[in-house]
């Protein structure tokens, strides 16, 4: 198990890199969760096109049976 250095929040290995190094490390991750997010809400974007979708045939259905 890593020790993370409390005081960066780095684990301990960290210490010997540079700033550069740690400021990428960042970035990366920063890009990491940016892109997790996009995913989550094209996923959730996708859901709710099929959600829409199916609640528009139940209203035309609904308006088809009273119609006739």
Known sequence: MTKINVRT?????YETKGVNDLVQIRIADAARRI???RKRR???AEAR???VA?????????Q?????
């Not at 609640?55 to 259905?61: D, F, G």
């Not at 088809?64 to 006739?68: D, I, L, N, P, Y």
């Open 35 to 37: 892109e997790a997010a």
């Open 64 to 68: 088809e049976a009273s119609r006739g």
């Open 49 to 51: 096109r099929h959600g």
């Open 54 to 62: 199916a609640r528009h045939r139940a209203k035309l259905a609904r």
């Open 42 to 44: 094209a996923r959730f």
């Open 9 to 13: 929040s780095f684990p301990e290995s």
